[in-house]
Each structure stands twice: as structure tokens, then as C-alpha cells.
């Protein structure tokens, strides 16, 4: 069965940028379908979804952090990474990837993220 | 930017009780509705899509209605593993997420 499995740095700095990837296990990245997609979550706070990205590299992004993020997609590697600029202590969350389809039907399980010097 | 609100924020109930809860959005985007279940340190959980379409494996005690502007997740005997916190999630029009009821016990 298909699983997401998030990764990357869970301490970042200040100003620096942020970088995540998602891994695609028992399924393939270009099933042509889904958009693979990125969450987060504040502590003790909703949802907020940051952008999401199709296997041909279409991405879209929530318009109040477009500025700053960029998601790609490597389907050699069944893999899509997320970069978020210019951190501050407002981007610590727990970072989610999930596969959509309008909805999201698949999660990875989470890796939470703190900005901090 | 479709607006969702979920209500009431918490609600206690006790196990074998039936639990309502609401998501209205601040205008009509169809069917293009999903309920999700989290539990603490956990990611959230597909439950519901399209208003009332039970995802794989989720028990038939679980149950989704509604359309246009108002939406209603039910449950009709909960069980101990269903206190959590539950998300709406409207994807008619870009997408956007209610802000979540806590189902905990009373």
C-alpha cells in the first residue's frame, strides 16, 4: 500500500530556508491523478494547507504563503520537496505531506519543524 | 475564500452517545465537502468526502450529510477511539479547512 514519509531538518533558523521532502513508498509519484501536496499544523492549532504539485511539476500554492514557497516533484525518485524562505518563529509547525484528490485521502505522519536560533 | 465554520468548538459526550457536528460555509460550493478524524500526535484521517461518501475502512457509525452551505458529521455511538478532534475541509472552490471540533469525554 502506498505510504508518505516526510523528512529534512526539524530545527532551522531565522531567515533560513526551510526544506522538506516527501517519500513515496509502494506506489508510484506518477500515478497522473493525485497532486501531492504540503500541510502543516501551528502547536495546538488547524490546518493550514501551503501548496500542492502534480506529477508533470503544475504546482499551486496558498496565496498567503506563495511568496515564499516553491514545491517540486522528482517522479525518478517517487519524491516531492517543499522549500520555505525567509523563516521566522511563525513557520514552526508540524510540516504534513498528503496525496489529494480534492480531498485528502493519504498522510504522511507528520514532522514538526522549529524555528529557532 | 470560502469561509468554513465548525461548531461548537468542543463537545462532551459520553461513550454510546451520538455526536453532531456542524460545518457551514460562507457560501455554496456543492458536495465538494471531507470530515477528518486526528487524534494527538497523529496526522489527521480521511473520514468522509463528497458530504457523505464513508473513505476506505471507516466504520458505518460514521456517517456525512448535507450540501450547498451546511454539512453535518454524525456519529451515531461513540466509541472510545473517537474522542479526537474533527476538521472539515471544502475542496469546490480552491480549498480551506474549518477550524475543528474537539470530541472529548464527559
Known amino acids: 500500500q502506498v505510504q508518505l514519509q516526510e523528512s529534512g531538518p526539524g530545527l532551522v533558523k531565522p531567515s533560513q530556508t526551510l526544506s522538506l521532502t516527501c517519500t513515496v513508498s509502494g506506489g508510484s509519484i506518477s500515478s497522473g491523478v493525485y497532486y501531492w501536496s504540503w500541510l502543516r499544523q501551528h502547536p495546538g492549532k488547524g490546518l493550514e494547507w501551503i501548496g500542492f504539485?502534480?506529477?508533470?511539476?503544475?504546482?499551486y500554492y496558498n496565496p498567503s504563503l506563495k511568496s515564499r514557497v516553491t514545491i517540486s516533484v522528482d517522479t525518478s525518485k517517487d519524491h516531492f520537496s517543499l522549500n520555505l524562505t525567509s523563516v521566522s518563529a511563525a513557520d514552526t509547525a508540524v510540516y504534513y505531506c498528503a496525496r489529494r484528490w480534492g480531498y485528502f485521502d493519504l498522510w504522511g505522519q507528520g514532522t514538526l519543524v522549529t524555528v529557532s536560533s | 475564500e470560502i469561509v468554513l465554520t465548525q461548531s461548537p468548538g468542543t463537545l462532551s459526550l459520553s461513550p454510546g452517545d451520538r455526536a453532531t457536528l456542524s460545518c457551514r460555509a460562507s457560501q455554496s460550493f456543492s458536495s465538494y465537502l471531507a470530515w477528518y478524524q486526528q487524534k494527538p500526535g497523529q496526522a489527521p484521517r480521511l473520514l468522509i468526502y463528497a458530504a457523505s461518501n464513508r473513505a476506505t475502512g471507516i466504520p458505518d457509525r460514521f456517517s456525512g450529510s448535507g450540501s450547498g452551505t451546511d454539512f453535518t458529521l454524525t456519529i451515531t455511538r461513540l466509541e472510545p477511539e473517537d474522542f479526537a478532534v474533527y476538521y472539515c475541509?471544502?475542496?469546490?472552490?480552491?480549498?480551506?479547512f474549518g477550524g475543528g471540533t474537539k470530541v472529548e469525554i464527559k
Open positions: 504539485i502534480n506529477y508533470s511539476g503544475s504546482a
Open positions: 475541509q471544502q475542496y469546490g472552490s480552491s480549498l480551506t
